[in-house]
């Protein structure tokens, strides 16, 4: 039994620094994490409500992504993405996802598609909603599911890479102007391509939502400038710096 008790503490530990893990990465997509800026383990831990243990577990993890880097001493710095590492992420999903969306839409099942529609209407929902986070994590659940449709497993897996490498930056500037719902809705018109059968169209406004979401890379340093701080939310992490 206390063999069991253990590995039951270990599944625990492990679902918390996925939680964690998580919870960091969309404070990174939505601003609220600062790249450039060394954040303390401990601190961040406290504005989360968990020990520094989980916390720098899940920093850990981040760095393997590349999305942080140890700093000695002091916490973990922010990775940040240069124009070119940005232009060739998306140069790379450009060649997986719009070839990948037409040959899903020559072969897979319209109900399968159909299946997908929900999804897409909670991406409007959230944009409708100024949910940042809640935008990305269903945004990442559609993209990732259209291109599991191709039934490559790894594929998935490069995908979902590239996406958290290549973060999106820009989108309270969107949401702002009332753009972000024009690109959510992005998705529906894909979807209802795909499910009329026009491969063609269907990678063409797949090309061009990629081309959108370009754009928000490009309006980052823009953003920042403008910006005095760092952008509000759950538990701003400003206080976490060292």
């Given at each position: ?11 625990v530990q492990e ?209 920042a400038g403008a ?16």
């Amino acid at each position: 039994m206390a063999d069991l008790r253990q590995r039951n503490l270990i599944l625990v530990q492990e679902r918390l620094r996925d939680q964690v893990a998580n919870a960091l990465r969309a404070a990174m997509i939505a601003g609220e994490l600062q790249a450039g800026t060394v954040y303390s383990a401990p601190a961040l831990a406290a504005e989360l409500g968990v020990s520094a243990t989980p916390v720098r577990e899940a920093m850990l993890a981040l760095a393997r992504e590349g999305l942080v880097e140890p700093v000695r001493n002091k916490g973990f710095r922010i990775t940040e993405l240069s124009d070119r590492d940005l232009d060739e992420y998306s140069e790379i999903r450009e060649l997986i996802e719009v070839p990948t969306i037409g040959r899903v839409t020559r072969t897979v099942a319209v109900e399968d598609l159909e299946s997908m529609r929900p999804v897409a209407q909670e991406i409007v929902a959230a944009a409708g909603r100024h949910d940042l986070i809640g935008y990305l994590e269903a945004d990442r659940r559609f993209h990732l599911q259209l291109v599991g449709l191709a039934g490559n497993a790894r594929l998935v897996e490069v995908v979902g890479d590239l996406r958290k490498r290549a973060r999106l930056y820009g989108l309270a500037r969107l949401d702002s102007n009332g753009e972000l719902i024009a690109s959510a809705e992005e998705h529906l018109e894909l979807l209802d391509l795909m499910i009329a059968g026009d491969a063609a169209g269907a990678q063409e406004c797949m090309r061009r939502h990629l081309g959108h979401v370009r754009s928000l890379w490009s309006a980052r340093d823009k953003e920042a400038g403008a910006a005095a701080s760092p952008a509000p939310g759950p538990g701003s992490r400003g206080s976490a710096r060292r």
